[in-house]
């Protein structure tokens, strides 16, 4: 009996049939409006009267609030496929802003919503929220109530609102576009082939340096001709946001994006002070790398350069049952997932012309289905990311039963489900391995990981982290962009490379992204964090399972502090939990250190 071959094109049809065409998504985003314009009218007609009553209608307009936000997360997860799927594909540009259009009016209706939530007393809010309903979904409801305290009044946040859909967020779709019309040129076989961004990053993991070198060379000139147009976008971006905080009387970026990670300060600060002190280990690594490669020091298109005489090839029917294989070994829930996606199509992994760069999971509540995005050419790294996203997917998947406004979880929990699974995956490779060159090969892709989350992320934060002290005192030109990106990187890198890669601000979407700011230490912290998960799971076996799926439950119901307290019993203030993490980390790499000693 052969084994299923599995489809590397996912199945939309089964959501919504017929693309961007689809008669039925126009149906649905029809009723998505019609919900969120009745949900918007209750929440007008709503006031307060700071007694019991106001419990009651508090639960019928909760009701409405989960119908009309599956809906439109139905509508948005949708449309970012058809976007990924094809980047020419220009009615789904169309639908994206009718997408975002009706988006602005449920968060007029939220930013109501919440703001009538503050005219109810202490007092009151905490006998209402003692009813079975309501105290389920306690802790978010607070989070809302106590957020909007500090906002501007419901007509001023309306107001921002609508001006943002123009004004703002149209500013990311522009990105998008712009990227989709970028092209490397790329010499293959005498005839010049026109590269798509997706396509062209892929080749810096290809083992040839003069290939790496060239469109590394191209990558930096294509991105540059646009630097001007990208750099009024960012700049247009972060003023915006910073116009809206200047309002609300926030005076530190970081204010809105703790927030949304339900995460304090402290935490953040204590995470990079360990890491920083940490560093050498990773310049040791990167040395290493460079004498290996031949070359005195890295530049940044080494980063991802493989090891090894032969390039490690995996097909995407391998990489499917691996990754099951190793899920299993976790627990049967995890494998059972990873089946069910494989199977019913869930994933987009076709190595083709016209896809959008980058990896992402996406979730429909409605269909409680989630889809992945990637492009898989067969590298030991495409394993890692296909696990990563599966990873997140499995999140989703694991919070079936509970309540729609408890799923809501930040991204830097988002980011430890995904690296766990990933970690499983990555460390079974390790193990795997059939001889020694394949598992430096494998261990140093691991490391490669540890590298990105821990010095390329961290040059993130700190170029994002200047820019909008820049911005703040006016327009920040594209060259000025590439000297803080640059210092960013030197900073980050412990100037450990020889070549940077300066318009990297203009090449990564995610300071484009205009549904969270600061997309960037969400996904060290995430890292770290499963890490500490990952610890305890080794030591408690194929049983962990269970605690695994009651911790991802609780992801979106308390504070990132709270829930590893309850989950891992450490206090993310101090800096014993990460230095373990950190610790795991430089034992990967001494292990490589110590295999390539010879070389």
Request: proline share 2%.
């Amino acid at each position: 009996m052969t084994s299923r071959t599995y489809s590397e094109v996912w199945d939309l049809d089964v959501i919504f049939k017929g693309g961007s065409h689809s008669t039925e998504f126009a149906d649905h985003l029809n009723l998505t409006a019609e919900l969120i314009q009745e949900f918007h009218t209750k929440v007008n007609q709503w006031t307060p009267s700071n007694t019991m009553e106001d419990g009651i209608i508090l639960k019928s307009l909760i009701t409405d609030f989960e119908r009309a936000g599956k809906k439109l997360r139905q509508a948005g997860a949708f449309v970012g496929c058809l976007q990924a799927q094809n980047t020419d594909d220009k009615y789904a540009y169309n639908l994206d802003a009718k997408v975002t259009s009706i988006s602005a009016v449920f968060q007029m209706a939220l930013g109501t919503f919440d703001n009538q939530l503050t005219s109810i007393s202490d007092n009151v809010w905490e006998l209402i929220l003692e009813d079975d309903t309501l105290k389920e979904v306690s802790f978010v409801l607070t989070e809302r109530r106590e957020r909007a305290k500090e906002k501007l009044s419901k007509e001023e946040e309306a107001l921002i609102s609508a001006l943002g859909v123009d004004g703002y967020h149209s500013w990311g779709q522009l990105y998008d576009l712009i990227v989709s019309k970028i092209k490397v040129p790329f010499m293959e076989n005498g005839d010049e082939k026109q590269l798509s961004v997706g396509q062209a990053f892929n080749k810096f993991s290809n083992p040839n340096r003069e290939v790496r070198k060239v469109v590394f060379e191209n990558w930096e000139k294509a991105w540059g001709e646009q630097a001007d147009y990208l750099a009024k976008t960012l700049n247009h971006l972060a003023g915006f946001r910073l116009s809206v905080y200047k309002q609300r009387g926030w005076e530190d970026v970081l204010k809105e994006p703790l927030s949304i990670n339900r995460m304090k300060k402290e935490t953040l600060d204590v995470m990079w002070r360990v890491i920083s002190e940490n560093k050498q280990a990773l310049v040791k690594y990167l040395e290493r790398k460079a004498k290996l490669l031949g070359v005195n020091k890295l530049s940044w298109y080494d980063l991802d350069a493989p090891l090894g005489k032969t390039e490690s090839k995996v097909s995407y029917q391998e990489g499917a049952k691996f990754i099951e294989q190793q899920f299993f070994l976790f627990g049967g829930k995890m494998a059972a997932f990873a089946k069910k996606a494989f199977e019913e199509s869930w994933i987009e992994g076709e190595d083709r012309p016209g896809k959008a760069p980058g990896g992402f999971c996406t979730f429909f509540p409605e269909s409680n289905q989630s889809r992945i995005f990637m492009t898989y050419s067969g590298t030991p790294s495409n394993v890692s990311t296909l696990a990563h996203e599966l990873g997140h997917g499995f999140h989703t998947y694991s919070m079936k039963g509970v309540h729609f406004l408890n799923r809501n979880y930040a991204m830097n929990v988002a980011e430890t489900a995904s690296t766990f699974a990933e970690m499983i995956v990555a460390d079974a490779a390790v193990k795997n391995a059939k001889n020694e060159e394949e598992k430096v090969v494998l261990l140093e892709d691991k490391v490669q990981r540890t590298v990105a989350l821990l010095m390329n992320i961290h040059a993130r934060f700190l170029f994002e982290t200047h820019f909008y002290e820049e911005r703040k005192h006016g327009m920040v030109t594209a060259e000025k962009l590439n000297e803080l990106m640059l210092a960013a990187q030197k900073e980050a890198y412990c100037d450990g490379l020889d070549e940077y890669h300066p318009l990297f601000w203009a090449s990564k979407l995610h300071f484009f992204i205009t549904g969270v700011p600061f997309y960037n230490f969400p996904y060290t912290f995430g890292y770290l964090f499963s890490l500490g998960i990952y610890a305890q799971a080794l030591e408690e076996g194929k049983g962990y399972e269970e605690k695994y799926i009651a911790l991802l439950k609780d992801t979106a119901s308390m504070t990132v502090e709270e829930l590893a307290k309850k989950h891992l019993g450490v206090d993310l203030t101090q800096k014993e939990f990460w230095e373990k993490g950190v610790r795991l980390c430089i034992d990967d790499i001494e292990e490589f250190l110590r295999l390539t000693e010879k070389n």
